[in-house]
């Protein structure tokens, strides 16, 4: 079965510092979207993307982010100026259809701020 | 825009059934499902779209009653697998993104 991949599963990194969060969608999908869950709470919708552009963004996703798809495959999450309050899984997501079909997540990445 | 689920939390012996309920207060577009596995990422279970329907497969099946801004879960004959967290997640009418509500963890116990 398809799946998203994501890397790395684990990051720890100094406050301050940039991160870049990787993530490789389902092949054939078209919509793409990042979302993180602060251990053991709700998961927070941040940013969809859609035929190389930003559809949407959440109040969260401010301009310390920045989302990319730098080829055909890789989506890429970049948080410039890493906070304590960062720390949290990140989820890369993928839909074939947007709103009409269910997304398929990948395993996240933990970004640990320290 | 979060959607809210009850309950928070349920736990259930094997074969015993559950509901879960998840509210909007706005209009809604769809509803999704999802479970989600300790340190795992959510799974989607499926998606019911603006027109009031009921689907499912088995054991595992939800309704979304579109007028009232709600959809439930319902389980049947829970396993132990069914344990988890499940989010419901809501698409509003004229928009196109996914949020998820508070969550309830569901534990299923031999």
């Known amino acids: 079965e398809p799946e998203v991949t994501q890397t790395p599963s684990h990051q720890v990194t100094q406050m301050g510092q940039e991160v870049i969060l990787r993530c490789v969608p389902i092949?054939?999908?078209?919509?793409f979207y990042w979302y993180r869950q602060i251990l053991g709470q709700k998961v927070e919708f941040l940013v969809s993307?859609?035929?190389?552009?930003?559809?949407?963004k959440s109040e969260i996703f401010d301009d310390q982010f920045s989302v990319e798809r730098p080829d055909g495959s890789n989506f890429t999450l970049k948080i410039r100026s890493t906070k304590l309050e960062d720390s949290a899984m990140y989820f890369c997501?993928?839909?074939?259809?947007?709103?009409?079909?269910?997304?398929?997540f990948g395993s996240g990445t933990r970004l640990t701020v320290v | 825009q979060q959607p809210v689920q009850s309950p928070q939390a349920v736990i259930l012996r094997e074969g015993e059934d559950a509901v879960i309920n998840c509210s909007s207060s706005?209009?809604?577009?769809?509803v999704h499902w999802y479970r989600q596995k300790h340190g795992e990422a959510p799974v989607f279970l499926m998606i019911?779209?603006?027109?009031?329907e009921q689907k499912g497969h088995e054991k595992i099946s939800a309704s979304f009653n579109e007028k009232k801004q709600q959809s439930s879960l319902y389980l049947t004959a829970s396993q132990l697998s069914y344990s988890g967290t499940y989010f419901c997640?809501?698409?509003?009418?004229?928009?196109?993104?996914?949020?998820f509500g508070t969550g309830t963890r569901l534990t299923v116990i031999p």
């Open positions: 997501a993928s839909s074939g259809g947007g709103r009409n079909y269910g997304y398929t």
């Open positions: 092949s054939n999908h078209l919509y």
């Open positions: 993307f859609y035929n190389n552009e930003i559809s949407e």
């Open positions: 706005k209009a809604l577009y769809s």
């Open positions: 019911l779209l603006k027109g009031g």
């Open positions: 997640g809501t698409i509003q009418t004229g928009a196109n993104n996914l949020f």
